[in-house]
């Protein structure tokens, strides 16, 4: 089993920034899985933010958070983190971390495997 736990969520004022970390833990996580955040707004179905490959040399962004959101990974400690930046009212949702069994990065939600809790990131305008 893996488990994914998310953290760093908060409420902010726009224009703040955030980072979340996700720690994945279990006897069957590998490294070599691709990681990725997701977001699920009041209402809304789970949408794609970002994800990483195995090695952090490839990444994709939503194109509604390129060039303010950062995803990045450790895997000697098993993290990936999501610094997000110049943050809008319409990133506030819920995010989450997931986990999917390639090695490369997918925007589809239905390529991931292993899933987080969740956590909440309010933006006030």
């Known amino acids: 089993q893996v488990q994914l736990v998310e953290s760093g969520g908060g409420s902010v004022q726009a224009g703040a920034s955030l980072r979340l970390s996700c720690a994945a833990s279990?006897?069957?996580?590998?490294?070599?899985?691709?990681m990725g955040w997701f977001r699920q707004a009041p209402g809304k179905g789970r949408d794609f933010v970002a994800a990483?490959?195995?090695?952090?040399?490839?990444?994709i962004y939503a194109d509604s958070v390129k060039g303010r959101f950062t995803i990045s990974r450790d895997n000697a400690e098993n993290t990936v983190d999501l610094q997000m930046n110049s943050l809008k009212p319409e990133d506030t949702a819920v995010y989450y971390c997931a986990a999917r069994f390639e090695s490369g990065p997918s925007r589809y939600e239905y390529e991931y495997r292993y899933w987080g809790q969740g956590t909440q990131v309010t933006v006030s305008s």
């Open positions: 279990g006897r069957t996580f590998n490294p070599y899985y691709a």
């Open positions: 990483i490959d195995w090695s952090a040399d490839s990444t």
